[in-house]
């Protein structure tokens, strides 16, 4: 199975301040990686697809890049509603695998 | 709008089984590939299986091959996972997802739920 790897776990950080997820992925999945946005009790949320691909409805503030075995997760300037906790998954080969997660709390 | 509702989430011993039911509006079936992916009361996403209906293929993580099955009925819109053997491990929220071909794959529909709680 391909791990993924996400660093940091845990990201505090501010209102305005740009942040960085990081995924790696131990072997390559070529550009087929999603990050995914969830909130407590809430269902996951596709932002990101084919590794830079920004969902319908998905602010600006949110960028992906990368491809084969590295992949981040950009947020411009973050707002209040982006405090939840990041995953990426690739999708590339069955079966599908998950990072650990990353949580964004407020600073 | 696509809207996913799961159903049949419960209380079950270890060693029983469970069936889980999705069912699907907004959707045509034949475009998706739907799958099911769990999380564990306080962790991480795991994605558990999944079924392609254009081309029959399903696939499953290692720690439920050979215990769960997916299947559905397309023309029904409704996705199922049953679930033999439980184990404690198994305890989790159990998401309904789908995928397209119009983000790569990737899922971009999901349910709110069923939780499933293996205990004696």
């Known amino acids: 199975d391909i791990q993924m790897t996400q660093s940091p776990s845990t990201l505090s950080a501010s209102v305005g301040d740009r942040v960085t997820i990081t995924c790696r992925a131990s072997?390559?999945?070529?550009?087929?990686l999603a990050w995914y946005q969830q909130k407590p009790g809430k269902a996951p949320k596709l932002l990101i697809y084919?590794?830079?691909s920004l969902e319908s409805g998905v602010p600006s503030r949110f960028s992906g890049s990368g491809s084969g075995t590295e992949f981040t997760l950009t947020i411009s300037s973050l707002q209040p509603d982006d405090f939840a906790t990041y995953y990426c998954?690739?999708?590339?080969?069955?079966?599908?695998?998950f990072g650990q997660g990353t949580e964004v709390e407020i600073k | 709008e696509v809207q996913l509702v799961e159903s049949g989430g419960g209380l079950v011993q270890p060693g029983r089984s469970l069936r889980l039911s999705c069912v699907a509006s907004?959707?045509?079936?034949?475009?998706?590939?739907m799958h099911w992916v769990r999380q564990a009361p306080g962790k991480g996403l795991e994605w558990v299986s999944g079924?392609?209906?254009?081309?029959?293929?399903?696939a499953y993580a290692a720690s439920v091959k050979g215990r769960f099955t997916i299947s559905g009925d397309s023309a029904k819109n409704s996705l199922h996972l049953q679930m033999n053997s439980l184990r404690a491990e198994d305890t989790a929220l159990y998401y309904c997802?789908?995928?397209?071909?119009?983000?790569?794959?990737?899922?971009?529909?999901w349910g709110q739920g069923a939780l499933v709680t293996v205990s004696s």
């Open positions: 079924i392609s209906w254009r081309s029959g293929e399903t």
């Open positions: 998954q690739q999708y590339n080969t069955y079966p599908w695998t």
């Open positions: 084919k590794a830079s």
């Open positions: 072997q390559s999945i070529s550009s087929w």
């Open positions: 997802g789908g995928s397209s071909g119009t983000t790569g794959w990737a899922i971009d529909s």
């Open positions: 907004g959707i045509t079936f034949d475009d998706y590939a």
